[in-house]
């Protein structure tokens, strides 16, 4: 049977984003219309732009380069521009032996249609001029001016691969684009979370990779041109903290990437990966067995093929055989074994024996970890409440411009505020409030107070659910 061609469904026009690495690898964090904004004007450069062009972002190209519901409003673009103008890029450098940084403004002007405008041709107005700032032009114009990696170390793809991601996911697809040519990159975390601005979010680990890197590489590998193997990612530790992630990084084929973007359509003889499909691990009876198997076999005298029968069996966990080991030594060391040691250690895995040291053990690891999950939940609350802020903030800027006059009103915290003015030698601004984490979290308390209807829903359920484990405990 002769195998029909493939229809394509939409077009499908490269749209280059092209930025230095020094901007890639930089210090700053956009949000979601930010992000949409900045890549918008990103894919607009054309090498043959002249250096003192204006450029011209409209409202409806952006809804549909990110294919956004038709009922978004202008505000949300003219906010982004406006936010962005005053958002500064930090870019770090070496100078000799020592490393230093600059910070650059994205833009020399802004030009918006101010808010409250109505009438026939409105729509007509509903774009912004910007005019790329100087300083800025060698990391976006210039580099695709000069599209060659012997002058200068870039990073390229296509707007479309970033249509669907949201601020971490993108900037971490641009991270693994920079070393795509290696087939891998190592993520420091310290180095992730100081680009990202979030130095004093997540002090662990595990809810940093959670939150943010999971869900990311999770993105990256559905929408984009490449996959992150999530099974193959390896973590790099000093002592017992992961400093890093070491990840693969493999390019999808042509057609792969055709059929997620449904530029091409599948018949039954086209074969997609499929990115959710689990990984095949390696027997875990056999990794239990070359675990324990010094003690068990070599010390206590069990028979390898009796205990890799229990292994293959399924029944226990690593904890079991670590507490029968311990049940085991003890009882061995007290005399309290009237026939073998490999008999007495058998029994105790399969019976489950335990001694008064293995419960007081037991109780402390029971009480650390319910200890460890009311901080993963003052975690969790503290990101709903950011993501919810961001919400606010982006539907109404006049929330934190309240919040800030509040502050300024209240006693004790306009003392802080002088400190901090007397520090720096002048005025705050609302990019030190932002900065700042105790600026920040008098910002934070007073926009919950003002807005106390949209955070009732989260601050009501990490209550309860703090309580009750600090009752536990």
Same mark, same amino acid.
């Given at each position: 049977?002769?195998?029909?061609?493939?229809?394509?469904?939409?077009?499908?026009t490269?749209?280059?984003?092209?930025?230095?690495?020094? %901007?890639?690898?930089? @210090?700053?964090? !956009? $949000?979601?219309?930010? =992000? /949409?904004?900045?890549?918008?004007l990103?894919?607009? #450069?054309?090498?043959?732009?002249d250096?003192?062009?204006?450029?011209?972002?409209?409202f409806k190209?952006v809804?549909?380069?990110?294919?956004?519901?038709s009922?978004?409003?202008?505000?949300?673009?003219?906010?982004?521009?406006r936010?962005?103008?005053?958002?500064?890029?930090?870019?770090?450098?070496?100078n000799d032996?020592?490393?230093?940084?600059?910070?650059?403004?994205?833009?020399?002007?802004?030009?918006?249609?101010?808010?409250?405008?109505?009438?026939?041709g409105?729509e007509?107005?509903?774009?912004?001029?910007?005019?790329i700032?100087?300083?800025?032009?060698?990391? %976006?114009?210039y580099? @695709?001016?000069? !599209? $060659?990696?012997?002058? =200068? /170390?870039?990073?390229?793809?296509?707007?479309?691969? #970033?249509?669907?991601?949201?601020?971490?996911?993108?900037r971490?697809?641009?991270?693994?684009k920079?070393?795509?040519?290696?087939?891998?990159?190592?993520?420091?975390?310290k180095?992730?979370?100081?680009?990202?601005?979030?130095?004093?979010?997540?002090p662990?680990?595990?809810t940093f990779?959670?939150?943010?890197?999971?869900?990311?590489?999770?993105?990256?590998?559905k929408f984009?041109?490449?996959?992150?193997?999530?099974?193959?990612?390896?973590?790099?530790?000093e002592?017992?903290?992961?400093?890093?992630?070491h990840?693969?990084?493999?390019?999808?084929e042509?057609?792969?990437?055709?059929?997620?973007?449904?530029?091409?359509?599948?018949?039954?003889?086209?074969?997609?990966?499929?990115?959710?499909?689990?990984?095949?691990?390696?027997?875990?009876?056999?990794?239990?067995?070359?675990?324990f198997e010094?003690?068990?076999?070599?010390?206590f005298?069990?028979?390898?093929?009796?205990?890799?029968?229990?292994?293959?069996?399924?029944?226990?966990?690593?904890?079991?055989?670590?507490?029968?080991?311990?049940?085991t030594?003890?009882?061995?060391?007290?005399?309290?074994?009237?026939?073998?040691?490999?008999?007495?250690?058998?029994?105790?895995?399969?019976?489950?024996?335990t001694?008064?040291?293995?419960?007081?053990?037991?109780?402390?690891?029971?009480?650390?970890?319910?200890?460890?999950?009311?901080?993963?939940?003052?975690d969790?609350?503290?990101?709903?409440?950011?993501?919810?802020?961001?919400?606010?903030?982006n539907?109404?800027?006049?929330?934190?411009?309240?919040?800030?006059?509040?502050i300024?009103?209240?006693?004790?915290?306009?003392?802080?505020?002088?400190?901090k003015?007397?520090?720096?030698?002048?005025?705050?601004?609302?990019?030190?409030?932002?900065?700042d984490?105790?600026l920040?979290?008098?910002?934070?308390?007073?926009?919950?107070?003002?807005?106390?209807?949209?955070?009732?829903?989260?601050?009501?359920?990490?209550?309860?659910?703090?309580?009750n484990?600090?009752?536990?405990?």
């Open positions: 049977m002769a195998r029909k061609k493939l229809q394509k469904k939409r077009g499908d490269i749209k280059l984003i092209v930025k230095s690495n020094e %901007l890639v690898d930089a @210090k700053y964090m !956009f $949000d979601a219309w930010e =992000t /949409r904004f900045f890549h918008a990103v894919a607009m #450069i054309n090498k043959n732009d250096d003192d062009k204006t450029y011209r972002i409209w190209d809804k549909k380069l990110f294919n956004l519901k009922n978004q409003s202008y505000s949300l673009l003219r906010e982004a521009a936010s962005l103008n005053r958002k500064p890029v930090y870019i770090g450098w070496m032996q020592f490393r230093r940084g600059r910070e650059y403004n994205l833009f020399e002007f802004v030009d918006y249609l101010e808010a409250g405008q109505k009438g026939s409105v007509r107005q509903e774009y912004v001029d910007i005019k700032h100087n300083q800025m032009k060698p990391f %976006l114009l580099v @695709k001016k000069n !599209f $060659d990696p012997k002058l =200068t /170390r870039y990073t390229s793809y296509d707007l479309r691969n #970033i249509e669907k991601l949201q601020p971490y996911s993108m971490i697809y641009e991270l693994f920079q070393h795509e040519y290696k087939g891998f990159r190592e993520l420091n975390i180095d992730l979370k100081d680009r990202f601005l979030i130095t004093n979010e997540y662990r680990f595990s990779y959670q939150r943010v890197i999971a869900p990311s590489i999770k993105a990256i590998n984009t041109d490449i996959t992150v193997p999530i099974d193959q990612i390896r973590k790099v530790k002592g017992r903290r992961v400093v890093a992630l990840c693969l990084i493999e390019s999808k042509k057609r792969e990437v055709a059929f997620l973007r449904g530029e091409l359509t599948p018949t039954l003889f086209d074969e997609v990966s499929d990115i959710e499909e689990a990984s095949i691990e390696e027997t875990k009876a056999d990794k239990q067995f070359g675990r010094d003690v068990v076999v070599k010390s005298g069990v028979t390898p093929s009796v205990f890799l029968k229990m292994l293959n069996s399924g029944k226990y966990s690593n904890e079991n055989i670590e507490q029968a080991i311990a049940v030594r003890r009882a061995k060391f007290n005399q309290e074994i009237k026939k073998s040691t490999s008999g007495f250690f058998l029994k105790a895995l399969k019976d489950g024996y001694d008064e040291k293995i419960e007081a053990k037991k109780s402390k690891a029971a009480k650390i970890s319910l200890k460890q999950k009311v901080n993963a939940l003052h969790e609350q503290s990101a709903k409440i950011n993501e919810r802020i961001r919400e606010v903030t539907n109404n800027e006049e929330v934190t411009l309240k919040a800030i006059e509040a300024g009103n209240d006693p004790l915290m306009t003392a802080v505020i002088r400190s003015e007397k520090s720096l030698g002048r005025d705050l601004t609302t990019e030190d409030y932002r900065r984490q105790q920040r979290g008098m910002v934070i308390n007073n926009i919950i107070l003002q807005q106390k209807e949209q955070f009732q829903d989260i601050l009501e359920y990490y209550k309860a659910a703090i309580s484990l600090k009752n536990q405990i």
